[in-house]
């Protein structure tokens, strides 16, 4: 295993990639299934096959494949989910946001018992499924309009045996009016695709990668989230989603009139927009 790290550390160095000891770490202990330490400590020994796997992982990586669709699998709030080429990739600020809404959430069931959480851009589902698993007493009704993100989140909806997320195929906005009339509270949770054309082009390689219908909005990557606010404005629907860090000015002179709350990431940077109905 150690000689097999450092032929893996070589080949990312020759390859002028970055973090270059923490990708062969995790692309063995993938292909192994254990801890590098604990790989070592009981001598496993490296066949060929176990070697071809590491190399045919690293080749795709310094292709810029990111490391989630090489290994069909990322971990969310210490979770492994699947996920798969076409649908996007979940970020950290996104469990900062799980985090905040369930709070939200919390003091939203204080007020009324029957609360309904809407999600736009399921994803791989990672959003609606963490807080359904917290919250079994909830209804969740998510959309996405691409059909891998649809088979991607019914497949992690059965790994974490939820069966409170109704999932639907479609635009949001073109079906959302059906359910406007659920009982109780309602609550519109997204991270939806808020990237500018011109941001798209200076995204990292492996970023590049993943669905462009997931990452980039017209109108400087706001369209979807102001459709959304306003949307929520309108019906008195709580509302919290992810934002650009340089979108929050721009939000706000869109809605001078809206009390609007915004909450920074770990790395404080105003990264989610929250409206609460009066």
């Given at each position: 295993i150690?000689?097999l ?106 007020k ?21 698993v ?78 462009k ?13 102001t ?52």
């Amino acid at each position: 295993i150690q000689s097999l790290y450092s032929e893996a550390v070589q080949f990312l160095r020759a390859s002028n990639t970055d973090d270059v000891d923490m990708v062969a770490l995790f692309v063995i202990e993938q292909v192994f299934g254990g801890k590098y330490l604990a790989l070592v400590g009981s001598s496993v020994t490296v066949d060929e096959d176990g070697r071809k796997r590491v190399f045919d992982a690293l080749n795709q990586y310094v292709q810029h494949v990111p490391l989630a669709y090489i290994f069909e699998s990322v971990m969310f709030r210490g979770v492994d989910y699947y996920v798969r080429p076409g649908v996007l990739i979940p970020r950290p600020e996104t469990e900062e946001m799980v985090d905040i809404v369930m709070g939200m959430i919390r003091d939203l069931t204080q007020k009324d018992s029957r609360v309904s959480v809407f999600e736009l851009g399921l994803g791989s589902g990672v959003i609606s499924i963490e807080l359904a698993v917290q919250f079994p007493d909830v209804s969740f009704y998510g959309w996405d309009i691409s059909e891998t993100a649809i088979s991607v989140t019914k497949q992690n909806m059965s790994r974490r045996g939820v069966d409170n997320i109704q999932v639907f195929h479609g635009d949001f906005f073109d079906s959302i009016d059906d359910y406007l009339s659920v009982d109780g509270v309602q609550f519109l949770v997204t991270n939806p695709p808020y990237i500018s054309e011109s941001e798209y082009a200076d995204l990292d390689a492996c970023v590049l990668e993943e669905p462009k219908l997931a990452l980039v909005a017209d109108d400087d990557g706001l369209a979807i989230i102001t459709q959304a606010l306003r949307l929520c404005i309108t019906h008195s629907i709580a509302f919290i989603s992810e934002i650009g860090y340089r979108q929050h000015a721009r939000i706000q002179e869109l809605f001078p009139m809206v009390s609007l709350r915004f909450i920074d990431d770990l790395s404080g940077h105003h990264r989610f927009v929250v409206y609460l109905p009066d």
